[in-house]
């Protein structure tokens, strides 16, 4: 596969402006700027949509018809890059999941990540166990890891000392997925991984980068298996 180079716009002149001479250029036709092939994914909603108002004066002031691209947030990126198995799970369920995770592993392994564990009747506090699962599942799935691969790595780290733990939390997700799996429900997360490891992305789009400039691990991955699609700016 080709990397593309990426294109830098200069300084002469506002970002956005220069984004529309470059996509004019690269797709606009004699009678149309062309660009319904084309995903623009922008740092925030904001700038997508004054981008398609450039586009559309562009256009107009040219006399010519205006087919507009599908414009996206950097965090809608992932899921136009492979197509998910199953529907997602909502945040509340994936954290009840995680908390029944907790209470139908056995007790060793749970006690090895949280010793002293809430009454069964102390809802806030378990959902609060679940939430912080939830976040440091989602903030590792952001690195291209699960907590399997931490205790992986890690006992091959001579001053790493947490590797029964991370095991216990290893045994703890993966009780959470199977109870997702019951429920014929996916792990947005977990999603983007199984894409990953199984190299599962694909687009017929062009995906053009506007001042994207900070992707996490994952994101990365997924477009660097679709990366002769894609142009940064």
Same mark, same amino acid.
């Given at each position: 596969?080709?990397?593309?180079?990426?294109?830098?716009?200069?300084?002469?002149?506002?970002?956005?402006?220069?984004?529309?001479?470059?996509?004019?250029?690269?797709?606009?036709?004699?009678?149309?700027?062309?660009?319904?092939?084309?995903?623009?994914?922008?740092?925030?909603?904001?700038?997508?949509?004054?981008?398609?108002?450039?586009?559309?004066?562009?256009?107009?002031?040219?006399?010519?018809?205006?087919?507009?691209?599908?414009?996206?947030?950097?965090?809608?990126?992932?899921?136009?890059?492979?197509?998910?198995?199953?529907?997602?799970?909502?945040?509340?369920?994936?954290?009840?999941?995680?908390?029944?995770?907790?209470?139908?592993?056995?007790?060793?392994?749970?006690?090895?990540?949280?010793? !002293? *564990?809430? %009454?069964?009747? @102390?809802?806030?506090?378990?959902?609060? #166990?679940?939430?912080?699962?939830? +976040?440091? /599942?989602?903030?590792?799935?952001?690195?291209?890891?699960?907590?399997?691969?931490?205790?992986?790595?890690?006992?091959?780290?001579?001053?790493?000392?947490?590797?029964?733990?991370?095991?216990?939390?290893?045994?703890?997700?993966?009780?959470?997925?199977?109870?997702?799996?019951?429920?014929?429900?996916?792990?947005?997360?977990?999603?983007?991984?199984?894409?990953?490891?199984?190299?599962?992305?694909?687009?017929?789009?062009?995906? !053009? *980068?506007? %001042?994207?400039? @900070?992707?996490?691990?994952?994101?990365? #991955?997924?477009?660097?298996?679709? +990366?002769? /699609?894609?142009?940064?700016?």
């Amino acid at each position: 596969m080709t990397v593309k180079p990426p294109v830098f716009l200069g300084w002469d002149q506002p970002g956005l402006v220069s984004a529309v001479e470059y996509l004019d250029q690269r797709f606009g036709q004699s009678r149309a700027i062309d660009l319904r092939k084309v995903v623009i994914v922008v740092p925030a909603s904001r700038a997508g949509r004054r981008l398609l108002e450039l586009l559309i004066d562009r256009a107009q002031g040219t006399g010519r018809a205006f087919f507009p691209p599908d414009i996206i947030t950097q965090g809608r990126l992932p899921e136009r890059l492979y197509q998910p198995k199953r529907p997602f799970a909502e945040e509340l369920v994936l954290e009840l999941a995680w908390i029944k995770a907790l209470r139908t592993c056995d007790a060793a392994t749970v006690q090895a990540v949280f010793p !002293v *564990l809430p %009454a069964e009747s @102390d809802l806030t506090t378990w959902l609060a #166990l679940g939430q912080t699962l939830s +976040r440091l /599942h989602r903030e590792l799935a952001a690195d291209a890891l699960d907590f399997a691969a931490v205790a992986h790595r890690g006992a091959t780290l001579k001053e790493f000392r947490e590797t029964a733990r991370w095991q216990s939390l290893a045994a703890i997700q993966s009780a959470y997925l199977r109870l997702l799996d019951d429920l014929e429900l996916w792990d947005l997360q977990t999603a983007r991984l199984v894409a990953i490891r199984q190299a599962e992305c694909r687009t017929q789009s062009e995906i !053009v *980068l506007l %001042a994207v400039a @900070d992707m996490n691990r994952a994101e990365q #991955l997924m477009l660097d298996q679709v +990366r002769d /699609h894609v142009t940064s700016l």
